[in-house]
């Protein structure tokens, strides 16, 4: 059955998944977990959230930068690194989450649009548009969504 991004909260919650979520970057797999956590938010695909343990070692790097999301808090980057390639701030996290968003502790999300393939269930993820998100649309995900132009105001 189709999930509407329509349906999902503002401000954003955040669900637990037993989906088998992947990375892919660099011809490999990075990361591997079947205990992601998804937050879902009006208008946005889901965003997936991998405990940094689900990335190999030596894939993830803190970069340079913040951002600020009204209801999560701050979000640090990390690059992600490959054996031939690096993705610059193409992951984020929340080291210390605002209040009802401590389950993103310790988890990265990465931007589906850096990546060779995220996959859920095995179904590559097509990235949300726009250079600012970082949404997972599969197939099951209906929109519209926000992130492309003309989008903003939504």
């Known amino acids: 059955m189709a999930e509407s991004v329509w349906d999902y909260p ?3 919650a955040v669900e637990a998944t037993n989906k088998l979520i992947e990375v892919v970057f660099d011809g ?3 990361a591997s977990t079947r205990e992601a956590v998804r937050v879902l938010e009006t208008s946005h695909p889901p965003v997936y959230y991998l ?3 689900a990335f190999t070692a030596g894939s993830l790097r803190p970069a340079k930068g913040t951002s600020i999301c009204e209801f999560k808090g701050v ?3 990390y690059d992600v690194i490959g054996p031939n390639r690096v993705a610059t701030a193409a992951a984020w996290g929340y080291e ?3 209040p009802g968003y401590s389950e993103l502790i310790d988890r990265v999300a990465v931007y589906p649009s850096a990546m060779d393939a995220c996959l859920v269930d095995g179904e590559q993820a ?3 548009e726009g250079d600012f998100y970082g ?3 599969t197939g099951d995900i209906v929109g519209p969504f926000k992130g492309g132009p003309g989008t903003w105001g939504w």
């Open 10 to 12: 503002r401000p954003p």
């Open 28 to 30: 490999r797999r990075i």
């Open 51 to 53: 405990a940094k343990g």
């Open 75 to 77: 979000a640090s980057y």
């Open 96 to 98: 210390n989450p605002s």
């Open 126 to 128: 097509e990235a949300q």
């Open 135 to 137: 949404g997972w649309i």
